[in-house]
């Protein structure tokens, strides 16, 4: 599975941003997409995901109420809009995912449930 990730950029706090996700490569029935990000001097944490098939989604506390994943199946993209945005939302973000979304589900913060990773796409929101 090939994953490509953009829609980052430059936001003020208090805007939105939409961030995709578009796979290729092999049929995800199976699979869950979910975005992490990694902070400057931080480690990468769990943003949100989604399982393609289900429609299953799980948030992280730090974007839950303010943020939705949502699948377009015409695309092939797994698309994160968050609402809200402070700086602490400053991040590069990444897209990856998990073959078996069961497993992926039992745990979904944690990044070894998730074999394949696209290329981060860098978000700075600005005070």
């Known amino acids: 599975v090939q994953l490509q990730a953009s829609g980052g950029g430059l936001v003020q706090a208090g805007g939105s941003l939409r961030l995709s996700c578009a796979a290729s490569g092999r049929t995800l029935s199976s699979y869950a997409v979910a975005w992490f990000r990694q902070a400057p001097g931080k480690e990468r944490e769990f943003v949100a995901v989604i399982g393609w098939f289900t429609l299953s989604t799980y948030y992280s506390d730090s974007v839950k109420g303010r943020s939705t994943i949502s699948r377009d199946n015409s695309k092939y993209t797994v698309i994160l809009q968050v609402n809200s945005l402070k700086p602490d939302d400053t991040a590069v973000y990444y897209c990856?995912?998990?073959?078996?979304?069961?497993?992926?589900?039992?745990?979904?913060?944690?990044?070894?449930?998730?074999?394949?990773w696209g290329q981060g796409t860098e978000v700075t929101v600005s005070s």
């Open positions: 990856a995912a998990g073959s078996d979304w069961r497993d992926v589900f039992s745990k979904p913060a944690d990044s070894s449930r998730y074999a394949f």
